[in-house]
């Protein structure tokens, strides 16, 4: 016989089994219920169902095992020992909620039943013991609608459309004001709505409401919207969740209750401040939901002061005992505090920039683990745009301030029109009353959210600060007619398709595109990466192509430039014409022509970059996209270039159709063009040189670094080195100037990955271009893979898009041949990365182990990819 | 002091220093006359200078090095005392030839000059000596020509010119009609011609013409020419070449003289019987030249029978020395025999199989010699087809046949326009007056050559062999206008582009496109392939797409088919509109209806397939090709197709539109359509498994093997292995039979290679796709490649190109690493090849040693494959 593995961990009432540690079994909320009450911390007791009997649950094909089902009922007699009541009990009945919890945070992700354990007779019972009627008949109303629509399916608004009703036909503004009388007419049309929908009268014997609603907590892991949730955060579907059955404690027992949610710091700017807010007799669900606008929280100082000292107290207990920003759920019984939740809280980039800083200089954490907690991928977050103080804007109205940022888009009124719009690179804005989890896709698309109802911590703000967009939500002034495809503001109708602006720091919403400025950098940014410094193995360098980026990248910290594509300087309008007729010239000598006027324009580009990133080293990649990508197909211009040739536009033309490849990702472009027309690589180069020699001549420190990409064999790369080495040596000897360079290549082919020790004893340095690397070993363009990509990840055949964090499996095991056999033959050799990938926290955990010298992205990714690099260290 | 190389070895006159076994130091032509010499075989003697001299000559910056001058004044003295007369000798003098011979044989690609030593002084002294003035200043007239050409670089017709003119004034056919006045006249304008065109007289010190001749020798190692012949047959231009300075004999000392080249076995069809060609009262050039026409061998028996007798036994003698068929050239001065070549003779795939069949039956070679002399990869060439003997044809005229087989194209004049043509995909067929190796390019890609001049042992004839396509040499009544682009042939005019079909076996002309039949095969050929079957290791499947393929490929000894692409079914008449239907479909339900109508046609394919290959695997490929590929273009189609399926034609061109691709190579085909479209995956193996179960129903055994194309991860591979085994299993039940199949995959990228382990683990087959590996591993389209990749060949980036002959070094690491992680972690795994070049001997030399179990290849290419897999294994 096999042990029965122990299913339930009982917490509170003087007998606490779990902790903290144990989140990966009781799941993220039961292990801190434990550990609260551990800590003396007032908790209603209750008990933890392990997410081990949730894998038993689904391993057994969707059913209760039976040991588990004995281990509830043993749980459930010492919890009504504890509390003197019984579930069930007409007297005094026990009512309890269940709630999921995982061992990652899920917000919103899954179901929650409040007051179970009601029925006609426990609902009298509670009246009678309370003596409070309406108190008793609101937890009922609730916990019909509740179980109805989370564990028998029933849509919610089909209980939501009956309160309204009632409160229209009464004339009355809030549920609150719903007599007793109200609340009893509404239960019973409740429970006719769960008659007409499941067939069955409502289920009146509380264990069986509890074995119901276990299952439904189970099964609800794995709805869409949970597996969505999921897909986007990394959790594995194996974890499954815990299940907590916790006494009620009730905050609408009148106004001397209460309900809120709070941070310990205010998770938008960090700042060391108590934020939240709190409704007076409600239950959780209701602030959470967004269906009334709460109050602040400094309000509650005023409305019951011994309750918020007690509150703010707890906030010290949990900082210093967790050493982070907690995240709350609190509930007032009759001026009496519970702690229903605490964790970690989910905060802006900004947010944990400051509290990571602040809580080095508080004494609570180290800079390494300072470090370590600002979420790396959200650092650009910080350089958000913001409102151009300057710009003259048409307020149409102001909300709440949800999440940081400004933004300008098209009204969309639903997810699938933002996802359209989405694919056709149109920036849109989701205007809606209020959001639901159902909307995540359409809001991870959208420029930003703008929401009528719901505060600080409804799911529109939740979820738009996680993934760092701009929010504005409780716009009471806003109405959102769906069918008619329109909104009014303040009477200003907003029409599908409008344009408007918003701010998410400040709550306001303007009318039409208003000009955006890019931000500046805070102190604890600055302090924070100046820790960096010193913590990283791998340097960052930045892709830049103009003296503009590689000003910006210098300032945001890059070490240098990984990638300056010199082709991105070809469609400027005064060197289109040349690159083009250089491209297509009719012989060897008007190709001179065309090569000799664009010699100058870019010593020019490579002088002012060169001179930007004085003392760093600059890598520059000589041309490499496919020609035809240059010449024009649109008839006007073919007509004036052709004019420009003195060729007819049908010649041109069929010289253009001639260059048409079919597959020009795999055609004559990268070295290939080097090898094919020389005078365009020894153009370049001589434009490199004369600039370097140039600035070096007024004692500026140049480190140029000439790149041959899509070398395939050693050969190619000999050959080219050859070229290049002949045109340097000339420039440098006729400046007579002292100047050194290195010439290396990409590695971005399969091939040249396992032939890099031959390259590596010609070359200077290997910068992998993962991008094309990607291409090359799955087969797969990034240009096509749309049409089926999605799929591979919805199917899971792919766990991720492998051209957004780098495939360690296969195109990483290349990578790690190729550093291997190119260390192995040239000790000197340095070697970086310069694709997309280098952006990409997780690529670059697996760099700095593979052991590159450095990492090149975009420069606004280099603080991220800073951050990252010592993280990765640490 | 370093000690200077022994830089000449001397041969003939008793004191004979090289042997066969130093080809690689003294060139072919110098082994062999030193190992004629040593087999008292009569030889003129001379001395040859080493391919290291050569070196040292190019080392030196094309200076004769002092030591090798040294050297060859001191063996021209030993030269001159053997034979007892002196260069330059006023009364006697000795006359030299100075030809090239490297390592490899380089026919006519190579420069020679004869009777070096002549001046106006020598030629008198010649004259009286041998009493024939004539004689004399013939060879002074072309010692004169020669030198001008091959040292001095003066155009040859130049030379031919002043011939012409004086034939035509003194109205005479042959240059043996000119008398000595004659001759001494051209001599004249001859040495004028050389002032003209080099600013000198003509040289009259014999040692400075020597020391031209060996500096043009060397130089001409280096010509574009054979520049180009080295790379057509990989032969390292490290090699360097001989020199052969040797005495001269004189095939044109009247009627008792001759000269001749010949084979000691048909080089055509193999025959054990002397063949070959003379002239009388001639020196060697005239025949290689096919300036005049010769006589037959076979006619020297009556004109010269003592010469006959012994040539015949010398023929034998060698024979029987070198275990080969030899390639003679002999000189026949004043009825004396002297051999001044023997080499290995060049031949048919026709000749080489039965030669060698015949040398094991004669007991001259072992089986296992004789299989690894034919060359495997021209074996195809006895696969040529015929004139059908039923057609009606129209014989335009008759010359030589001169390399087997029957063609038919359209004319053409000129190498650039067979090149131009077979640009278009056009059969042309050069038609010239003789063909020289500037032409070499145009003839590779001609369907066949006909030349007006020239014998069996011509350039055409002798390159056209080795090609292995059809040539008619020697056609004396066709005359051919090259600036007014026709030819005249027995009065009927040929135009360009006219079709014409030539019988290069037979020899004749046929006007018009004539009908050809498929060849048999010969004893010899079913004699050699036995053997071969029991020397192999690997086994040879074919790609064979239809049942007829399929049976082709068996008789060929086809042992399974390794390659069935059933997309190639797709296009057929009776089902391309079903095929559009499924792919265009509107809902999932429309592509049901499409795919129902596929499966039964697919099945009877297969039934067909698999009867074909009764016992034999046959792996099938599931569709594989971007879906766009099938969808129709043209407007009259896309209307067709549009009223078919009930739709606008403008909404079908905008979803066939859509269907686009910017690199279809890496996008939406292979697995990812299996993935995306499950149902037209569960069609293909519905049908595969219901013909398979309906044959082994009738006691047929089938061996179907499931092979899943572009599968870059196992997650790819297990997926489709899943829906594949739900489908089969389910068909084999249903029809109640035992029924075994293999499911595997293509390796045909490199992260399938990279991870093969852990693909494996899952499949019982791996097919390399050799095609699709070298694009991705290179990162080369071979769509596109044409582009670049001439120039790289030609700049010696790339020996060759990788779709011909797998790249061992990066695209076989791949394989290598494959094959050793697959068997790594499944013994039992199968492994195979079937890529194009699964039918390129060189690859499967590779394959063999690589490990893998069967290649496979198209049919016609079964029986080359069969050879090299045998050659590989001795």
Chains 1, 2 share one sequence.
Request: aromatic letters at 6%.
């Amino acid at each position: 016989m096999t042990k029965t593995p122990k299913y339930i961990y009982f917490f509170g009432g003087g007998i606490t089994e779990g902790s903290a540690e144990m989140r990966n079994l009781l799941g993220g909320k039961g292990a801190n219920l434990a550990e609260m009450a551990s800590l003396n911390i007032s908790v209603p007791p209750g008990f933890t169902i392990t997410t081990e009997a949730c894998s038993a649950y689904f391993d057994g094909g969707k059913k209760i095992p039976s040991s588990l089902w004995d281990d509830v009922l043993s749980n459930l007699k010492t919890l009504e020992t504890t509390m003197g009541k019984e579930l069930g009990g007409a007297a005094d009945p026990l009512l309890v909620s269940v709630r999921s919890g995982a061992p990652a945070s899920m917000p919103g992700m899954m179901d929650t039943v409040l007051n179970l354990g009601l029925n006609d007779k426990t609902a009298q019972g509670l009246a009678l013991k309370t003596e409070n009627e309406w108190f008793a008949y609101d937890c009922y109303r609730r916990f019909i609608a509740m179980f109805g629509n989370v564990v028998q399916g029933i849509a919610g608004e089909q209980f939501e459309k009956i309160i309204h009703r009632v409160k229209t036909k009464r004339n009355i503004e809030h549920d609150t004001d719903l007599s007793t009388k109200d609340l009893q007419t509404i239960i019973g049309q409740f429970k006719k709505v769960v008659k007409k929908n499941t067939g069955k009268e409502f289920p009146n014997d509380p264990l069986d409401q509890l074995r119901q609603t276990i299952s439904a907590v189970f099964n609800s892991w794995h709805t869409p919207r949970a597996k969505t949730y999921r897909k986007l955060n990394n959790i594995p579907s194996e974890w499954g969740t815990g299940v907590n059955v916790q006494s009620m404690v009730y905050g609408n027992m009148g106004d001397s209750s209460a309900t809120g949610v709070a941070f310990t710091r205010n998770p938008s700017t960090g700042e060391k401040k108590f934020f939240g807010e709190y409704m007076v007799n409600a239950q959780g669900e209701d602030v959470v939901a967004g269906i009334r606008t709460p109050h602040p929280i400094s309000q509650l100082e005023q409305d019951m002061p011994a309750s918020y000292k007690m509150l703010t107290e707890v906030c010290q207990t949990l900082e210093k005992h967790y050493h982070d920003m907690q995240d709350i759920e609190f509930t007032i019984q009759d001026n009496q505090l519970y702690l229903l939740q605490t964790r970690s809280g989910k905060r802006t980039a900004t947010a944990a920039i400051k509290i990571a800083v602040d809580m080095v200089n508080e004494g609570l954490i180290s800079k390494g683990q300072a470090v370590s907690r600002v979420p790396a991928n959200q650092v650009d977050q910080i350089f958000h745009p913001t409102i151009n103080p300057k710009a003259k804007v048409k307020v149409l109205g102001q909300g709440l301030g949800a999440s940081p940022g400004a933004a300008v888009g098209k009204v969309v009124f639903t997810p699938e029109h933002a996802m359209a719009m989405a694919q056709e690179k149109e920036r849109a804005i989701l205007v809606r009353m209020e959001t639901s989890p159902e909307d995540i896709h359409g809001m991870s698309v959208a420029q930003a959210i703008l929401t009528a109802k719901g505060g600080m911590t409804s799911h529109a703000a939740v979820v738009a600060r996680a993934m760092g967009k701009p929010c504005v939500s409780g716009l009471g002034d806003l109405t959102v007619d769906l069918k008619k495809k329109k909104a009014v503001l303040n009477g200003v109708t907003l029409k599908e398709g409008d344009s408007i602006t918003l701010d998410g720091t400040s709550g306001e919403v303007f009318k039409g595109q208003v000009d955006l400025m890019q931000p500046r950098l805070t102190g604890s940014f600055t302090q924070l990466m100046s820790w960096v410094g010193k913590m990283r193995k791998l340097k960052v360098r930045a892709n830049a192509d103009t003296p503009h980026d590689a000003l910006v990248a210098r300032e945001f910290g890059a070490e240098g430039i990984g990638l300056c594509r010199t082709e991105h300087m070809f469609f400027e309008e005064d060197r289109i014409l040349w690159v083009r007729k250089m491209i297509l010239a009719e012989s060897e000598k008007d190709r001179d022509v065309a090569l000799k006027k664009l010699e100058p324009i870019q010593r020019r580009d490579f002088t002012e970059i060169f001179r930007a990133m004085e003392g760093l080293p600059v890598t520059i990649r000589l041309l490499d996209p496919p020609l035809h990508e240059f010449v024009p197909h649109v008839p006007a211009e073919v007509r004036v270039l052709a004019k420009a040739m003195k060729i007819s536009p049908a010649k041109l033309t069929k010289k253009i159709d001639a260059m048409m490849e079919l597959n020009p990702m795999l055609g004559l472009r990268g070295c290939r063009l080097g090898i094919v027309h020389p005078s365009i690589y020894q153009m370049q180069v001589q434009a490199i040189m004369e600039a370097a020699c140039k600035l070096a001549k007024k004692k500026v420190r140049v480190l140029p670094e000439i790149m041959i990409p899509l070398v395939s064999t050693v050969s190619e790369f000999r050959l080219m080195r050859q070229h290049i080495d002949e045109v340097a040596r000339s420039v440098i000897e006729k400046n007579g100037v002292k100047l050194t360079y290195k010439v290396g290549t990409m590695i971005e082919l399969p091939r040249a990955a396992l032939t890099a020790d031959k390259i590596a004893e010609e070359a200077d340095f290997f910068s992998f271009g993962t991008n094309d690397l990607t291409q090359t070993t799955f087969g797969l363009s990034r240009d096509d893979a749309g049409s089926f990509l999605p799929n591979y990840i919805e199917q899971e055949v792919l766990p991720q898009d492998p051209f957004v964090s780098v495939d360690q499996e296969g195109v990483g095991s290349l990578i790690t041949m190729a550093i291997e056999k190119g260390r192995g033959v040239n000790e000197k050799l340095s070697l970086g990365i310069c694709g997309e990938h280098g952006g990409d926290p997780a690529s670059i955990q697996f760099f700095h182990k593979a052991g590159l010298d450095y990492v090149s992205c975009s420069p606004y990714r280099v603080p991220t990819a800073l951050l990252a690099c010592a993280q990765a260290n640490i």
